[in-house]
């Protein structure tokens, strides 16, 4: 059982890339997702989270909203993050995590909160 995180690379300030978090021996559909971002000598911060398919709403921490979108292909058991109009200050390594509760204060959860994790991609934003 895993969760493979893909899509990171260098970009141009305004520039978009899509992360995806593909699920391997499990069914993302009964998960809730989040996606995570560290950057060098910070703390993990969550960027954004989409429910299970029981239903609830999708969250965006305030400094992605209105660029980034997270959406689910249940047919390719994965959940991707759109990120438009990218700065600098997105630089990170992107996690997926995977658990079976709601995306409800998801960013305040710790990492043991969560049933899995991704490995990580990389997000370079730069001239």
């Known amino acids: 059982v895993q969760l493979q995180a893909s899509g990171g690379g260098l970009v141009q300030p305004g520039g978009s890339l899509r992360l995806s978090c593909v699920g391997t021996?499990?069914?993302?559909?009964?998960?809730?997702v989040a996606w995570f971002r560290q950057a060098p000598g910070k703390e993990r911060e969550g960027v954004s989270c989409?429910?299970?398919?029981?239903?609830?709403?999708?969250y965006h921490a305030d400094s992605v909203k209105g660029r980034f979108t997270v959406s689910r292909a249940d047919a390719k058991n994965t959940v991707f993050l759109q990120m438009n109009s990218l700065k600098a200050e997105d630089t990170a390594v992107y996690y997926c995590?995977?658990?079976?509760?709601?995306?409800?204060?998801?960013?305040?959860?710790?990492?043991?909160?969560?049933?899995?994790w991704g490995q990580g991609t990389q997000v370079t934003v730069s001239s």
């Open positions: 989409i429910p299970n398919n029981s239903g609830g709403l999708t």
């Open positions: 021996g499990l069914l993302l559909d009964y998960y809730s």
């Open positions: 995590a995977a658990y079976m509760s709601s995306c409800w204060q998801f960013h305040k959860k710790g990492k043991d909160d969560f049933d899995y």
